[in-house]
Nanobody, 115 residues
């Protein structure tokens, strides 16, 4: 089992920045993919960004050039730096981790963007 705990969400004005963090614990060795998804009210959960243990990164088109995902494999942490936030970036952000074919989710952290 892998436990994931997110932090760093909150209220920010449009155009502002936030940094999300996610800590993995438990059977956190051999985690391959780590990433972030988000879900806005009434919408499906969508991929924001993900990063492999080797550093390969995928971003959703909507966040390219504004968000940066990074990872600390020693600390089993993944981060999401969000810049130039827009109202459509608001939602619950979930950390995810893939290990040996299984995927784990955090409880989510709320991001609210005010205009």
């Amino acid at each position: 089992q892998v436990q994931l705990v997110e932090s760093g969400g909150g209220l920010v004005q449009a155009g502002g920045s936030l940094r999300l963090s996610c800590a993995a614990s438990g059977s956190s060795n051999s985690i391959d993919l780590m990433g972030w998804y988000r879900q806005a009210p009434g919408k499906q959960r969508e991929l924001v960004a993900r990063i492999s243990s080797g550093g390969s990164i995928t971003y959703a088109d909507s966040v390219k050039g504004r968000f940066i995902i990074s990872r600390d494999n020693v600390k089993n942490m993944v981060y999401l730096e969000m810049n130039s936030l827009k109202s459509e970036d608001a939602g619950v952000y979930y950390c995810t981790a893939g290990r040996r074919g299984l995927y784990y989710w955090g409880q989510g952290t709320q991001v609210t963007v005010s205009s």
